[in-house]
């Protein structure tokens, strides 16, 4: 083998030479050029050879044996016939790996691509978050972290932060609830994976409203749950009397005040039969309150969680619509008997940390930055909730009407009937630079009839530009009905 053709042919000849030699060599034995048996030289022929120092060969030489690709034999320094055993069944067998069969059965319900932009939901404006502040905060925060602190944190999170969230929750939701109830997740897909894991046991039933939010069946079916849609009405969702016998639930999955997709507001009525049913069957709710914060339209309506005292509910927000979603923080709030076991069961689970975030965020909301904060964006998301409504009204009179506006960052707007299918209308749309959600895609099992048309995300988008934007909406829609009605074309 020519050793110095070898190193001059090696691809990166940067950092140090015994490293060069090193990664050199061992290619060499991976690829079977130096095959398992063969003899290297010996150190000082082989520095005089490459005109290196005697040290670095022997670095290199030192580092192939540590990792058993060489031994020393009775004839100096030998391929160890491991090593080349080893490389050539690797090269033999293609890898037999892939997604559990669990994991590939998580059909993507409502998994459209991640897209930002108008008018995609959920995402709210973040050109307007006070990141200066944020900053000032993270910044003081990660000064005052102690080297302890720098330890796994309690399992449920940094105490300041659950006591801030708590007394956040008890004024303006109307929760009933103390800091040892609530436990810090990293977001509301983080909760929903922990309820699942935490409350329910693989083929147990969970409900979900239909239409409803594709993240949480992602979660329910991942933990082997047996998800049944419960249909959604005007009042939200609406099961039957007998929906409790037949498919009693372990765990129901609602968004009562804002419904996801629809927009729809639960009924009180609802709420106390739902919390009265659940509790007779044993079962648990799970209220996911993920945009409640910006209500528009009359008094804000309480959370679930505190309309009955120690109520069946596991109570889910996240910070991800009222700070940015990248910041991965939320939390679940659950009944005073369960405290102890999810603590004792996180205590041997949870990753523990981010300790600098809790302490900022903590101080966020005790500072009044964060009531501050949503104020403005419930003014600002009005104002473009209005200006959407108008350019809606206007583009398309007599086809649509719009829905679930009250709250929120997103809108509804249903297509009446004969004007059109939502996938098409989405598709032509994005084309045109425009994301739209199709309602019909959030439907669990059988397509729900009558829910045709668009969850619209409007939080990150300016007023002005509303009208230009709907009005591109429209010319798509009538242009896929144009090419539906006559398919020919002419
Ligand atoms: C119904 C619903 N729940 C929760 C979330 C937020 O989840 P996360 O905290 O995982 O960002 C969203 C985001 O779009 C949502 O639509």
Redesign the pocket.
């Given at each position: 083998l020519d050793y110095a053709l070898l190193l001059a042919e090696w691809p990166d000849q940067t950092g140090p030479r015994q490293r060069i030699l090193f990664e050199c060599l061992r290619a060499a034995i991976r690829s079977g050029r130096l095959a398992p048996g063969a003899r290297l030289p010996a150190t000082r022929a082989l520095a005089q050879e490459l005109g290196i120092a005697r040290n670095t060969v022997l670095y290199a030489y030192e580092q192939l044996s540590t990792e058993g690709f060489l031994e020393a034999g009775r004839a100096g320094t030998v391929v160890s016939a491991l090593a080349g055993a080893a490389v050539n069944r690797q090269a033999a067998a293609p890898l037999r790996v892939g997604l559990s069969r669990r994991a590939r059965g998580l059909d993507n319900l409502a998994a459209p691509a991640n897209l930002a932009g108008a008018f995609a939901?959920?995402c709210p404006a973040l050109d307007e978050f006070p990141l200066h502040i944020w900053r000032r905060m993270m910044d003081r925060a990660w000064r005052s972290v102690k080297s302890s602190q720098l330890n796994y944190g309690d399992a449920a999170g940094d105490m300041g932060l659950r006591e801030a969230v708590a007394q956040h929750l008890r004024i303006a939701r109307g929760a009933d609830c103390d800091a040892s109830q609530v436990f810090i997740t990293s977001?509301?897909?983080?909760?929903l994976d922990l309820c699942s894991q935490a409350f329910a046991d693989a083929g147990d039933k969970v409900w979900i409203e239909n239409p409803g939010?594709g993240?949480?069946v992602t979660a329910f079916r991942a933990a082997q749950l047996d998800v049944v849609g419960i249909a959604v009405d005007e009042q939200g969702i609406a099961p039957r009397v007998s929906d409790w016998v037949k498919y009693c639930p372990r765990l129901v999955y609602v968004?009562p005040s804002h419904q996801?997709p629809t927009g729809t507001v639960l009924t009180l009525e609802r709420r106390l039969s739902l919390i009265a049913a659940a509790r007779a069957a044993g079962a648990l709710l799970i209220e996911?309150d993920?945009?409640s914060e910006f209500r528009y339209d009359g008094a804000p309506l309480s959370c679930m969680q505190g309309l009955a005292a120690d109520a069946p509910v596991l109570y889910?927000g996240?910070?991800?619509?009222t700070m940015f979603?990248a910041l991965?923080l939320?939390f679940i709030v659950v009944p005073r008997s369960l405290v102890t076991p999810l603590h004792g069961l996180l205590a041997r689970s949870s990753p523990r940390g981010r300790t600098a975030e809790q302490l900022a965020l903590a101080e966020f909301i005790h500072s009044g930055q964060f009531a501050l904060h949503l104020r403005r964006m419930r003014r600002l998301y009005r104002e473009r909730r209005d200006a959407l409504v108008t350019a809606l009204e206007k583009h398309f009179a007599g086809m649509a009407s719009v829905h679930g506006g009250s709250a929120g960052m997103h809108l509804v707007l249903r297509l009446n009937e004969g004007e059109g299918d939502d996938t098409g209308i989405a598709a032509a749309a994005l084309q045109a630079g425009v994301v739209l959600h199709p309602l019909s895609r959030h439907t669990t099992g059988p397509r729900t009839h009558g829910w045709n048309g668009f969850l619209m995300g409007y939080a990150q988008v300016p007023a002005e530009k509303m009208d230009g934007l709907v009005r591109k909406v429209a010319q798509c829609a009538a242009a896929t009905r144009g090419r539906a009605s006559n398919p020919s074309g002419h």
């Open positions: 939901p959920g977001g509301t897909q983080a909760s939010y993240g949480a968004t996801y996911d993920y945009d889910l996240t910070f991800s619509k979603p991965r939320g």
